[in-house]
């Protein structure tokens, strides 16, 4: 695999539905993220580009996700 595959395969996007990213990763509830999502315009989900929705379909983007739990956990830091 040369350096172009590698970076490609780094950034790839990965979409959930809010089930399955909760298998993918059992640290979340279901109850959480509903409630995240939820109240997504308050707690600056929707801004981050996370969530996205295709009908009545919610598709979580993982790293989108993840970056906006990490500066979650950054503003309160301070």
């Known amino acids: ?9 780094q950034i790839a996007w990965i979409f959930s539905t809010v089930q399955q990213f909760h298998q993918r990763h059992p ?18 989900l929707a801004k981050s580009g996370a969530v996205i929705r295709n009908g009545r379909r919610v598709l979580i983007n993982e790293l989108k996700y993840f970056g906006w739990l990490e ?5 309160g830091a301070k």
Request: hydrophobic share 30%.
């Open 1 to 9: 695999m040369n350096q172009q595959q590698t970076e490609n395969i």
């Open 27 to 44: 640290a979340f509830t279901l109850g959480g993220l509903r409630h995240q999502i939820f109240n997504e315009h308050t707690n600056g």
């Open 71 to 75: 500066a979650q956990n950054q503003a």
